[in-house]
């Protein structure tokens, strides 16, 4: 019974909803695998591993504070990674965020209800102004923005070390590397009580509806996916790489700057030099996971939250080191991938086959 | 006056890991795939080699065995990026995450653990040469590999037939394809000679460099590799210089800072990736020139 | 699963057990008869063979060890992430572990808020700022051990220069290397002290690199504050000295460890585990150094180290102990020239541990506040 891959007429839909289900079953397979390797009873440890998290309203709660920035970043990313414009900086546009936020609210901390909105809008504009560099660097010089935005990671790393193990370092604090607390005005307001979830998780699936819109409804949105899938085309359209360039760099960096804020003004509420946590390069797994779509997005952040808190939670409960949470994240994208490849080729069986003599052998 | 001997060689044991791993990156772009994974196959190979060490193999075993782990994790991406044409940047991304877990997974029982010093037997009769022995007395022999894959790779790609042939594969995989090539297999051998020097390159700075292993010990110089490539416009000569040239810088941050005290540190810190953001942009200002040298097929699947 | 209900279970009733009992003065021991004592424990960074971690995973250790039937210890590792930390004490604390202790400093601004709201466990955060409501905080004066070390650093360096490599600007960090140039000024005067900022807590490649230049400027005797043999094996590779400040490496620097001190946490995990299970712990900052019960320990020496250098730390040591010698007692200059302790002056204990400036000597820079 000979099989053949061939590409299909068009890509299908039922796949490309289907394939994330694909790899998130392989992945849990992976998983059932490591724990039988590791002589475990592998169905019910990965239901320990996966359920733990999720036992209270606290621990919902936990997972909604995680999930936000990787939904936000993963949204803003997302709209860049349509267009062809690959922005690995997303780390260093959040440290941008915790940089302008933070400003603002040491300076005006105590000023006013207003602070919290502004420090927001402070933060996207710096993360906004990080990622124009490599934009600026590859319109107007042509650098790859990979690698231009990823080396300004270490750089604003380096960056809020200063700012922290410097000027900012709290006169109360003996000298050690943290802000003073930031003012309650400057605080992220809690949605649920008695957790730590707090209004970005709002924001971030706001963020997402209004990504939907503008990609599926709007003329700027559809140039950027074309300019994605064809350039060639879309230049010969009229619609320039140029803007794509811009338009996806300020998204993602405005987004993540935001999240940096949600970060300071959320968790932690006072600025430390580790403030970034690694959501920046969390969300891209996060964008792709979620297939470049706001709708996709929002439940591939939840899922990575969650696999990144059962990491913490095999380590307490099954005496499993936690880097498995980063081993499951990169199997799930591995999967996805190659899942994916279903949706634009499907295997056929090949009924009247013309070459009896590769069958034989 | 500072004794520049021991700068020199801190310099060129800096700059050999991202000699390897830019080599093989290099390679693996020529035949026109961009693999961002090489941190997370450094990472593994770090840990690879490091643990062959302390099961007590020689530096020549645990090398080979590093570069084979780098090569296995590099067949997973090759599956996805050659022969199911997923996206690569995403497939290496997906590498880059998994590799670094892995390698923090498996190197568990090693953390902290620190290799005895010992000079190799060739190092020390190397340091007998009259003249160059004073510097190549105090190289391990795999620097002096990692001159001799420089060698080779330049061989291969400009003497050798089957390196016309990678080349073209990543120029023109359809013309290669017409004439016959098997675009894909060559395609594989590129990416898995890239996870061979990548695992080598992390191998490098498990045994050699810094002689133990530790969660962190890789610290980014996966991607320097990935952007030396482009800083060599995709030239071995320009590669291998520039693996030194931000070797160098490295050393000289760590140097000036006594020398220049009213400088921030964390500034000081920052002028190596400084530094590879203006030469990024320097060598891709020219696009036609820049366009004449990227492997015209970089980053694009090609299916028969 | 079922094991967590049961433990929930449990642990509510001894809370409701604990409650129905609970009077403020009255200090009653919290564990029922043959109840083991619920430790845990979670490291910011991996456990590892040296280093900080290490010090923090031998003082857990010390504790089952000197109960080894009363207590039962939780350990996480590798919670990077400040983010983190305070769900998993809290967790921690629902799964009715009675103690908690954090590692690092990192840790302690998330405990502050956490401990007075989860009254049912106490905490207890290594090298935090101090003591709050529910938490106790313990930190060594790492300067004892340094000023000591930089006592033998001073009489054997040749060149009169001496390397510092440092992490992060820390407070722990600052008053380390002033004590140790202190020291090796007390013996020295000549001695000189050099320091290079890597700018990362464990990165051995840079640290590496970071002892080359300091022995390319001259320096023979290197110190800092490693968390990996790496600095050692430098500086042993290179042919000069090398310090093991806050932990001993003579098991992989063979040659040329000059001394050693080490950080000993263990009194202070067994003093806050007798103390919750007799009833009587409260919140206390312990700052500790050499002697008994202290957090410094000296630890080996190199047979080369001459006998009357060893005397002459021994002497140092047994004044420090007894308290008849301060260590940041004027006059002490900074490196700009301004006398920042007058003769006959000492610097009281927050002033050490807020210092912002470096001795006369010390060649470097510091962030600037």
Known sequence: ?361 | MPDLLPILVAALVAGTPLVYAALGELVAERAGVINLGVEGMMVVGAVVGFAAMMGGAGWPAAALAAAAAGAALALPFAALAVSLGANQIAAGLALTIFGTSLGSYIGKPYVGMALAPAPSALQQAAGQIPGLGVVLGQLHPLVWLSWAVFGGVWWFLYRARAGLVLRAVGESPASAWAIGHPVGRIRYAAVLFGGAMAGLAGAFVSVVYTALWTEGLIAGRGWIAVALVVFATWRPGRCFAGAYLFGGATIAQLFGQTALAAVPSELMSALPYLATVVVLVVISRDEARLRLHVPASLGKPFSA | MTDLTRRRLLQGAAAAGLAAGLSPLAARPVLAAGEKLKVGVIHMGAISDTGWEYFQAEAWRALQEEFPDQVEVTVLENITQIQDCERLFRQLSIQGHQLLFGTTFSQYASLRKLAPTLPKSHFECCAGIDAGPNLGVFEARHYEGTYLTGIAAGRMTKSNVLGWVGAFPVPQVIYSLNAFLLGARSVNPEATLKIVWVNDWVNPGKEKDAVATLVAQGADVISGSPNTPVQGLAAEEKGVWSIGSTGDFSAYVKQKQLVSFELDWSAAHIEAAKGVMAGTWEPTARWRGLGPDGFVKMTTASPELPASVADEMAKAEAAIVDGSFQIFSGPIRDNAGEMRVAEGETMAPEDVKGMTWLVEGVEGSLPKG
């Open chain 1, 1 to 361: 019974m000979p099989l053949r891959i061939e590409r299909r007429p068009r890509p299908s839909r039922a796949m490309s909803w289907a394939s994330p289900l694909i790899a998130a079953a392989l992945t849990a397979a992976v998983a059932m695998i490591l724990f039988a390797l590791d002589g475990r009873e592998p169905v019910s440890t990965l239901w320990i591993f996966l359920t733990t998290p999720l036992a209270d309203l606290y621990g919902f709660g936990e997972l909604l504070l995680k999930a936000a920035p990787l939904i936000l970043i993963g949204v803003g990313l997302a709209i860049g990674f349509r267009a062809g414009v690959w922005n690995i900086g997303a780390e260093g546009q959040l440290v941008l965020g915790v940089i302008f936020g933070g400003w603002l609210a040491l300076e005006f901390g105590g000023a006013g209800p207003w602070v919290m909105p502004a420090m927001l809008l402070a933060g996207g504009i710096g993360g906004a102004l990080w990622a124009a560099v490599p934009a600026l660097l590859r319109t107007r010089f042509n650098a790859s923005e990979i690698l231009t935005s990823l080396m300004l990671n270490y750089c604003a790393q380096l960056w809020l070390a200063y700012l922290v193990f410097g000027p900012w370092r709290d006169p109360a604090g003996f000298n050690f590397p943290q802000s003073a607390p930031l003012h309650p005005d400057a605080l992220l307001p809690i949605v649920i009580e008695n957790t730590r979830a707090n209004i970005e998780i709002v924001i971030a699936v706001a963020a997402a509806l209004v990504a939907w819109i503008f990609i599926e409804r709007t003329h700027l949105g559809f140039q950027l996916r074309v300019t994605g899938a064809a350039p060639g085309a879309a230049r010969y359209a009229g619609f320039p790489v140029r803007r794509a360039v811009w338009i996806g760099m300020l998204t993602g960096g405005f987004a993540a700057g935001v999240a940096g804020v949600g970060e300071i003004a959320g968790p932690l509420g006072q600025i430390f030099p580790t403030a970034s946590a690694g959501y920046g390069y969390a969300a891209i797994i996060v964008a792709f996971l979620g297939r470049l779509h706001p709708a996709g997005i929002v439940p591939a952040g939840l899922l990575l939250a969650l696999l990144a808190i059962a990491g913490d939670y095999a380590q307490m409960m099954l005496g499993m080191p936690s880097s498995i949470g980063g081993l499951f994240q990169g199997t799930l994208l591995f999967f996805l991938l190659a899942a994916d490849v279903l949706t634009t080729w499907r295997i056929r069986r090949v009924e009247d086959a013309p070459l009896p003599a590769t069958e034989a052998a």
